[in-house]
């Protein structure tokens, strides 16, 4: 009997107006200072920012492994905005490891005063462990955004 599948919902306020996340988000150069939790660091991003334009990014932990987050953006609404697929094949995040899925990812960026509710909703996760997995990972990614946006 196949698990259902899991929907994650992480949101974060982060002291950024929704268009200088929305860059954060679509641009390789600064996707490639945050987009990993610590502990691993981005060795490669790419981004075609059209519907149907394709993204990937590679990350590496300290036991030099890499994984590979990819997909296509199925909509894209400046600067509020951003819905892609997040593709799991044989990841080796916790949680993904040997798993092969097609998963959708919806990003909203809020504005609220000085700051900006960023909202990521994962739909179709097929099992609890790739859920804890890509709440650790999404939790640790905003936390790095967090840090590098305070820079700016």
Known sequence: MQEALLTLKVER?????????????????????????????????SVDLTVGGAYSISIINSDQEVTKHFGTYIKITSPSELV?????ENQQCQGSIGQCATTLVTVTFKADNDTTLVSITHEQLPTQESFDGHQFGWNG??????KVIAQI
Request: with cysteine.
């Open 13 to 45: 306020r982060i002291k950024a107006s929704p268009e200088q996340l929305f860059l954060a988000w679509t641009t390789p150069e600064f996707l490639a200072q945050w987009f990993a939790p610590t502990g691993f660091e981005v060795i490669e991003a």
């Open 84 to 88: 892609f697929t997040w593709e799991l």
């Open 141 to 146: 990614c905003l936390d790095t955004l967090e």
